[in-house]
């Protein structure tokens, strides 16, 4: 079982920055496929960034690609990511995903652990 909780959250202006992490429990996290994934108010759970288990591919979804930057660190369990120019349709709630092995990283179904979400909001 792996538990994985998501802070960094919060309200920011519009061109604004912010750095989400998840940290997970569990001696196995080098071998998880991690994702993150926003949910905006009456709108379908949409895949943001994915990350390897080695850390060595990431992959992107266009609306974030050059903007966002997911990273991990295995020896602390943490998966990162940095958000940069944000724009107000940025704001939702941003999940932490996880899947041991190699995924297809887009599709929420593939994963395995969630964690509760962390709210961002960017006024205009």
């Known amino acids: 079982q792996v538990q994985l909780v998501e802070s960094g959250g919060g309200l920011v202006q519009a061109g604004g920055s912010l750095r989400l992490s998840c940290t997970a429990s569990?001696?196995?996290?080098?071998?998880?496929?991690m994702g993150w994934f926003r949910q905006a108010p009456g709108k379908e759970r949409e895949f943001a960034a994915g990350?390897?288990?080695?850390?060595?591919?990431?992959f992107y979804a266009d609306s974030v690609k050059g903007r966002f930057t997911i990273s991990r660190d295995n020896a602390k369990n943490t998966v990162y990511l940095q958000m940069n120019s944000l724009k107000p349709e940025d704001t939702a709630v941003y999940y932490c995903?996880?899947?041991?092995?190699?995924?297809?990283?887009?599709?929420?179904?593939?994963?395995?652990?969630w964690g509760q979400g962390t709210q961002v909001t960017v006024s205009s």
């Open positions: 995903a996880a899947r041991a092995g190699r995924i297809q990283v887009v599709i929420p179904a593939n994963y395995d652990y």
């Open positions: 569990g001696r196995t996290f080098t071998t998880y496929t």
């Open positions: 990350i390897a288990w080695s850390g060595g591919r990431t």
